[in-house]
């Protein structure tokens, strides 16, 4: 339809205004011409050459832009000539103001509808101010973030935005990140720790080692995301767009019916046929039909969807995900870096001596895994041995191996033909085990915790329509038992652990057949087939790997379980706010639709109705985007 092709061009921008005020100053003046007694001796020729001038700023631009449809997108039924023709009839029908008034009262719709427009793209231009324009290195050169390598060292000095990803090498650091995740409570970032590109140091001056280049810093992923949902689109709008392709042809053949039938009614009785009134009707009826009230607002409203939910550091990847959350029915989260920090921390060491654990860790410090994470960080400060990085070979569900060594969970061992202590696989703590050619070593104990406000999941997604919420993980399934006897709730929230990846995929095979809609949010890269799977997945963004969250559908950014509830409430009232357009626009149109053929509405009730209704669905799609904040409800 037009209006997904065309730039509004006619509408927006100070000249076209300023042409518009034009087209209404010499409209006023020939109404004052033609209807004050005192004005009777003007010449009614100059009455029309001046309907003609305060036609021409308005009309000549959107008979313009009804041609380039007809030129370039073959598009003969756009609301462009839907208006040309109502307006070239009502000139032929002497109509000269009404003719004037189909223009003007639609270049105004169009104008204030694009002024609303831009207002939902505000959340873009917000985000793109804060991909900073320069990098400082270390001896104080400044450079373009897209030429800075990996591994240099830059400096963020306080109030400046961090330029490009990197690892924190000073003291521990506040950091603003509102710009990405929406928290207005500045973040403590550990020595070490990634901070990424768009926070803002707050307190002192720091030093990062870039890890990645520019164009896959996490800003530049948020603006890539972003913008690609528009692209993305939902089954209402792929309805909406096809529905116009169809139900503008009808509309034309059903106003030129107005016209003939009463004109052929008039051949076989005694009434009189009036064309000019029949004609003027046909006008009505055109004016009105215009789907430009829909086929606006309707993107719009998963726009402005889109743009709250990214406010609040929850990026959908198009407007189907915000269909899709409508659907669920049920909820399947990961455990280790979803539901729980994913910061697990070292308490204590069993068999192994310092050298074997300076091998470990400079193994693990190739994984991405928080548990491996951990296992680093607490040899901070002692050298690791030096790997050959191509021996190394990862197991996903299990852990890795070096050569002789093998390294990860007690599953592995079984998997090597390792024998251990049984008594291992009673505790319910994380276990990292260790052996060397064959025979076991030792192991590492880890815990984990729960991240904040976790238990009250069940009642929030209780309200907002979820069955069932599950959790999946590899872990003991003493250690999940112990997470679910936490929540509130309990019987709503089920436990599944000792699960491989694939485990992770034959169980929500299952639910699907059972007829659930499943979304999964995970964290991993053993995820990634687990949230392709599910009909919505959702990855924590901050915290998350790369691939889990290129293969998700929804990317949480604060890496909070609970904004997957803010995530379903956002697509909820996005889609109440749509059917409302929907229901709002096509009843209304019908309505004067109705009173046109009837001879109640005139072209002035008509572009009224056409403009006010476009425009009153275009507020209604943007309202979201003006609340202080989203209610779950």
Not at 54 to 66: D, K, N, Q, T
């Amino acid at each position: 339809m037009a209006h997904e092709a065309h730039s509004h061009e006619h509408g927006g921008g100070e000249m076209n205004w300023k042409l518009i005020v034009v087209s209404a100053v010499f409209l006023v003046i020939g109404l004052l011409l033609d209807n004050v007694e005192t004005f009777r001796f003007i010449n009614p020729y100059l009455v029309l050459l001046i309907y003609i001038v305060a036609f021409m700023p308005v009309g000549l631009p959107v008979m313009r832009e009804a041609w380039e449809q007809i030129e370039h997108e073959r598009d003969i039924f756009s609301e462009f000539m839907l208006m040309s023709v109502a307006a070239i009839g009502a000139f032929f029908l002497g109509e000269y103001p009404e003719a004037v008034a189909v223009m003007l009262l639609y270049c105004v719709g169009e104008g204030l509808q694009d002024r609303a427009v831009d207002r939902a793209r505000d959340i873009i231009k917000r985000l793109i101010a804060f991909r900073p324009d320069f990098a400082r290195l270390a001896d104080g050169r400044e450079e373009r973030p897209e030429a800075v390598a990996i591994g240099s060292i830059i400096e963020v000095r306080p109030g400046e935005r961090v330029p490009l990803d990197g690892r924190l090498l000073d003291a521990p650091a506040a950091f603003n990140t509102a710009a990405l995740t929406g928290e207005s409570v500045p973040r403590m970032i550990e020595t070490g720790h990634e901070v990424m590109a768009g926070m803002i140091a707050t307190d002192s001056i720091v030093r990062l080692e870039v890890v990645r280049e520019a164009s896959e810093s996490a800003i530049s992923r948020i603006l890539k995301m972003v913008e690609e949902a528009a692209e993305r689109k939902s089954s209402t709008e792929a309805f909406i767009h096809r529905f116009a392709h169809v139900y503008t042809p009808v509309v034309i053949a059903l106003a030129v019916l107005v016209v003939v039938v009463p004109w052929l009614a008039s051949l076989f009785s005694a009434t009189d046929y009036a064309f000019s009134m029949w004609l003027q009707r046909a006008l009505v009826f055109l004016v009105i039909s215009c789907p430009c009230a829909l086929v606006i607002s309707v993107p719009l409203g998963y726009f402005g969807g889109i743009g709250v939910a990214s406010r609040k550091g929850i990026l959908f990847k198009g407007s189907n995900g915000l269909d899709a959350v409508t659907m669920l029915d049920t909820v399947v989260f990961d455990k280790t870096g979803t539901l729980t920090t994913g910061a697990f921390r070292v308490e204590q060491t069993v068999g192994l001596s310092p050298e074997d654990l300076a091998f470990v860790a400079a193994v693990e410090a190739k994984s991405s895994h928080p548990i491996a994470r951990a296992v680093v960080e607490f040899m901070q400060g002692k050298p690791l041995a030096t790997v050959d990085s191509a021996r190394i070979v990862n197991v996903p569900g299990y852990g890795m191996t070096c050569g002789e060594w093998a390294i990860g969970t007690l599953r592995l061992m079984k998997k090597q033909g390792i024998v251990y202590d049984e008594a291992l696989d009673e505790v319910a703590e994380t276990i990292v085990a260790v052996a060397h050619d064959g025979r076991f070593v030792g192991y590492i104990l880890l815990a984990d915790t729960p991240k904040a406000g976790i238990f009250t999941l069940p009642q929030r997604l209780k309200a907002q329509g979820i069955k069932l919420m599950q959790v999946l993980s590899g872990d003991k399934q003493a250690l999940i038992d112990q997470l679910i006897a936490g929540f509130h709730g309990h019987g709503f929230v089920k436990g599944y652990g000792d699960l491989l990846p694939e485990d992770k995929v034959s169980h929500l095979e299952a639910l699907k057949k059972e007829g659930k809609r499943v979304a999964f949010v995970g964290d991993g890269i053993n995820d990634a087939p687990v949230l392709a799977l599910s009909d919505v997945g959702f990855a924590m963004g901050n915290m998350g790997a790369d691939m889990a969250v290129e293969t998700a559908d929804v990317i949480i950014q604060t890496d909070e379980p609970a904004k997957v509830v803010e995530a379903i409430a956002i697509g909820r009232r996005t889609r109440r706010i749509v059917l409302q357009n929907i229901v709002f626009a096509i009843g209304v149109k019908v309505l004067v639709m109705v009173l046109g053929v009837l001879g109640v509405a005139t072209l002035w009730e008509a572009v009224f109705a056409d403009s006010g209704v476009a425009l009153l669905a275009v507020m209604n799609s943007i309202r979201p985007l003006h609340r202080p904040r989203f209610e779950e409800k």
